[in-house]
């Protein structure tokens, strides 16, 4: 009869357990907030692991991401300890146009966080700078190269006969056409004219003078 009686009072106690359990459940603490892609709750939040009813968790974004027009940045644990949906997105930054670069172009698949756009010269032209930019979460870093126009060296020099002086400027320049001319009662032997190509070459070897 004694044990009987013990076995009633440990069943009766689990069930006042159970429902003391459900009771919390229904009016306590919220577990883990919602999970946000790319962000996660501010710092005020991060080291918690329960929340009381009523809690109002607010959410940033991570680093070179930022919140979409419309989203609602928290979610707030109710009284039946669950969240309110979550409404929030975290889309990559934008760094919009890397820079314009005079006398050639970029190319980049995407201008947002992470990208990479790189920069070329038009023929004729050779980049001084780095090639590339990288979109980070302050912008494009480093800076727009630049574009100079290719050099080539002197024109060769031949033996009885010239070439003509630089047309302008203080170097031959892609594009530059350089002239060859013998001295008298020589003849000239092969091209009149050398042009200097893009990529720093004379186009043709020079001409000879021979005697007539």
Not at 76 to 99: F, M, Q, V
Not at 143 to 170: E, M, R, Y
Request: contains cysteine; charged residues 20%.
């Amino acid at each position: 009869m004694f044990k009987k009686r013990k076995d009633c009072e440990m069943s009766e106690r689990l069930i006042l357990c159970v429902m003391a359990i459900g009771v919390a459940r229904v009016t306590g603490d919220c577990g883990r907030p919602p999970r946000l892609n790319n962000g996660s709750p501010t710092d005020a939040f991060l080291a918690m692991s329960s929340f009381p009813s009523g809690t109002k968790v607010t959410y940033k974004c991570y680093s070179g991401y930022t919140f979409t027009s419309g989203s609602r940045r928290f979610s707030t644990c109710k009284p039946d300890s669950t969240w309110t949906t979550l409404r929030s997105t975290c889309e990559k930054i934008s760094c919009g146009n890397p820079g314009e670069i005079q006398d050639g172009y970029y190319e980049a698949s995407d201008v947002t966080f992470g990208s990479k756009a790189t920069f070329y010269c038009d023929p004729g032209y050779q980049l001084v700078g780095r090639p590339y930019r990288l979109c980070k979460a302050s912008g494009w870093d480093g800076q727009v190269p630049t574009c100079d126009l290719v050099n080539c060296a002197d024109p060769p020099s031949i033996h009885n006969g010239k070439v003509s002086s630089l047309p302008f400027g203080d170097n031959w320049n892609y594009g530059m056409v350089a002239k060859y001319s013998c001295n008298a009662e020589y003849a000239l032997i092969g091209v009149k004219e050398l042009t200097c190509t893009a990529n720093g070459q004379w186009d043709k070897n020079p001409p000879e003078c021979k005697g007539a």
